[in-house]
């Protein structure tokens, strides 16, 4: 397990390949808070911006990150890259019940598809 004092060099790359919140984070810190930061320093003039810190996954390793675990209970450390700099990603995905909400006004017949590999 990772030492709660240790600080990992992150960076956070989005949808369209662009780099935020780069920095030194400590091990100790919520997988929350990173998202309040990276909420606070989103690029206003991408086409996609999250409207809230629920809006935002972050993901590492292959996993998505729970809110309430810091990095350290979530696996996240430096390792084999002593100095090096991880990079996580960041997939916004606007809350369910925003999205129901906003269907409520559009048709509700809508057609459908499925596909079938033989």
């Not at 606070?40 to 993901?59: A, E, F, R, T």
């Not at 369910?96 to 459908?112: D, L, P, R």
Request: glycine share 10%; aromatic share 4%.
């Amino acid at each position: 397990m990772a030492d709660q004092n240790e600080t990992l060099e992150l960076r956070f790359r989005i949808f369209d390949g662009t780099d935020i919140g780069h920095g030194a984070y400590p091990s100790s810190v919520t997988t929350a808070a990173l998202k309040q930061r990276l909420l606070s320093v989103w690029p206003q003039d991408k086409s996609v911006v999250p409207k809230s810190v629920s809006d935002m996954k972050l993901i590492h390793a292959g996993r998505f990150l729970e809110n309430g675990k810091t990095l350290a209970e979530s696996g996240v450390h430096a390792g084999d890259l002593p100095g090096g700099v991880i990079t996580m990603h960041v997939v916004v995905q606007p809350s369910i019940s925003k999205q129901k909400k906003g269907n409520k006004g559009e048709k509700q017949n809508q057609s459908s598809c499925s596909c079938t590999i033989l």
